[in-house]
């Protein structure tokens, strides 16, 4: 299941030619002053490059430069499929921080079932920043948006209601409704029973969510916030089992559409293999699989 060495992406140093931004991350560390947008690279089995509209993307509330010292070694340590740690690498990648995807038998040295005892609260994923590790997905979103640049506002009430969307977001993917196994597990009886029952109580969750963007470009404003990946991800593991799932609403597929065109974030979602057997192959050259 693991037999993928782990992959690294990683991303050029960075440039001083795009302007002055305002760090955002431990005043203790020291910053370059500038911006940056480097071009990603990509594995070698998927070499498009990056496109000259995307490659210098400036927010209100920038991504924080690279320290002179390097971004610090992350390492995400979970199972081949689209589910806790997806908002997590949709944040890093938007900020083309680099980051290690490493499977458990090559983190722990051992199975899952043997792993789950080395686990803090006996789960994954687990993330690792410069050997220490994070875990809990709350946890690892935020420290990335903090890393990136991706926490809005400068007072604690703008990230207070991030936090707030966060947590709506995931509450699609806690029991009963876990949409993850949906698409990434179950199939045949169960996954059609699950799946109704998933439709169930979505429609009014969503809505509530549209109701909360209104005529924003993202949750808290005109920039991305870390929240928005986190919708996103859900946003988008529904439409994989119904594509007309957001129809009632228009400014959530604006939403979608808008989040998963960001910089970086493209180029990460188009290197992601198939989710599920019952999903069809992809058309054309097959895409990298990332473990």
């Known amino acids: ?29 020291v910053f370059s002053a500038y911006s940056y947008a480097p071009t990603l690279a990509l594995p070698t089995t998927y070499a498009a490059p990056m496109p000259t509209a995307y490659a210098a993307p400036m927010f209100s509330y920038p991504a924080v430069p ?144 549209a109701k909360q963007l209104g005529e924003k470009d993202y949750f808290c404003g005109s920039s991305p916030a870390y929240c928005d990946f986190a919708v996103w991800h859900h946003l988008d593991m529904a439409l994989l089992l119904e594509p007309t799932a957001l129809d009632a609403h228009p400014n959530m597929q604006s939403f979608h559409t808008r989040v998963g065109g960001l910089p970086g974030v493209q180029e990460y979602l188009a290197a992601r293999p198939p989710v599920h057997p019952w999903q069809p192959e992809p058309e054309g050259e097959a895409l990298p699989v990332v473990p």
């Open 66 to 209: 690279a320290p002179l010292t390097g971004w610090p070694k992350i390492k995400i340590v979970y199972f081949k499929v689209r589910a806790k740690t997806e908002a997590l690498k949709m944040i890093l990648s938007a900020s083309r921080i680099p980051y290690e995807e490493v499977s458990v038998e090559d983190y722990f040295g051992v199975g899952w079932p043997e792993a789950k005892a080395l686990c803090a609260f006996g789960q994954l994923p687990v993330m690792e920043v410069d050997g220490k590790p994070i875990y809990q997905t709350g946890a690892q979103c935020r420290y990335a948006a903090k890393l990136a640049g991706l926490v809005p506002g400068e007072g604690f009430l703008d990230a207070a209601y991030a936090d707030s969307v966060y947590e709506a977001a995931v509450e699609m993917s806690n029991s009963p409704t876990n949409i993850n196994p949906i698409v990434n597990i179950y199939s045949g009886e169960k996954f059609e029973a699950e799946k109704a029952a998933f439709f169930e109580s979505f429609p009014d969750k969503l809505a509530n969510l």
């Open 1 to 29: 299941f693991f037999s993928s060495p782990s992959t690294m992406y990683s991303f050029p140093s960075a440039s001083p030619s795009y302007g002055l931004v305002s760090p955002r991350f431990d005043a203790s560390s």
